[in-house]
Nanobody, 119 residues
């Protein structure tokens, strides 16, 4: 079992920055791919960024060059550094942990943290 707790959301003006954190607890955290998803109003949840257990990173096109995902396995924490924020980045951001085992897939979600970008 893995528990995920996000923090760092808030309100910011366009062009501003925020840093989201996701603290994970449980077993084998370093073996999980860790991702950030977001869901805006009347929209489907979308993958924003992911970092694999080996450190490979990928991003949705709309945030490339603005967001950076990183992980600190010693602290069991994943971060999302968001810069040059736009109103369309407004959403609830969710942390996700995913691992494919021998016989099952392990998939966990945090409770979400609100990010609002508005002037």
């Amino acid at each position: 079992q893995v528990q995920l707790v996000e923090s760092g959301g808030g309100s910011v003006q366009p062009g501003g920055s925020l840093r989201l954190s996701c603290a994970a607890s449980g077993s084998f955290i370093s073996m999980y791919a860790m991702g950030w998803y977001r869901q805006g109003s009347a929209k489907q949840r979308e993958l924003v960024a992911i970092v694999t257990s080996t450190g490979d990173r990928s991003y949705v096109e709309s945030v490339k060059g603005r967001f950076i995902i990183s992980r600190d396995n010693a602290k069991s924490t994943v971060y999302l550094e968001m810069t040059s924020l736009k109103p369309e980045d407004t959403a609830v951001y969710y942390c996700n942990a995913n691992r494919v085992g021998h016989r099952q897939t392990f998939n966990y979600w945090g409770q979400g943290t609100q990010v609002t970008v508005s002037s």
